[in-house]
């Protein structure tokens, strides 16, 4: 089978689970074999038959799953991943905002100055 999206895996380890031998193989190699024999249509029924002509020239080696505590790592190293590019994320989001809170009040401070400058205009009790 090719490795491709995310169901490869479970299937992979559903058939080995029930004694099939598993060859998993990168999709291009699949399509350079493809290319090899001038291979162009695109439909389930060819690229099947296409992945068996490939298993039967190449004959890929047989997969089997990792063990458990290599899948726990991957799992935990995959998370990590993820929560540094949240980290991230949110570290570029705050700096944005930061530099607009920052402009705000600059700003506001601007508009406090120019009407406390006209402040005697309007008489105390207006203004404050």
Same mark, same amino acid.
């Given at each position: 089978?090719? &490795?491709? +999206? =995310?169901? !490869?895996?479970?299937? &992979?380890?559903?058939?080995?689970?029930?004694?099939?031998?598993?060859?998993?193989? %990168? /999709?291009?190699?699949?399509?350079?074999?493809?290319?090899?024999?001038? @291979?162009?249509?695109?439909? #389930?029924?060819? #690229?099947?038959?296409? =992945?068996? #002509?490939?298993?039967? &020239?190449?004959? /890929?080696? &047989? !997969?089997? /799953?990792? /063990?458990?505590?290599?899948?726990?790592?991957?799992?935990?190293?995959?998370?990590?991943?993820?929560? =540094? %590019?949240?980290?991230?994320?949110?570290? %570029?989001?705050?700096? +944005?905002? @930061?530099?607009?809170?920052?402009?705000?009040?600059?700003?506001?401070?601007?508009? =406090? @100055?120019?009407?406390?400058?006209?402040? +005697?205009?309007?008489?105390? #009790?207006?203004? +404050?």
């Amino acid at each position: 089978m090719e &490795a491709t +999206g =995310i169901y !490869w895996k479970s299937l &992979a380890k559903y058939l080995y689970d029930y004694g099939y031998k598993v060859s998993v193989v %990168n /999709p291009a190699r699949i399509k350079g074999f493809a290319i090899s024999k001038l @291979s162009c249509a695109k439909t #389930d029924k060819a #690229d099947s038959v296409l =992945i068996a #002509d490939f298993c039967e &020239a190449m004959k /890929p080696e &047989a !997969w089997y /799953p990792q /063990p458990l505590y290599i899948q726990e790592l991957q799992q935990l190293v995959n998370r990590l991943n993820v929560l =540094i %590019n949240h980290k991230t994320q949110e570290t %570029n989001r705050l700096e +944005g905002a @930061s530099k607009a809170i920052a402009n705000n009040i600059q700003i506001y401070k601007i508009i =406090i @100055s120019f009407l406390d400058s006209y402040h +005697g205009i309007f008489g105390d #009790d207006k203004l +404050g």
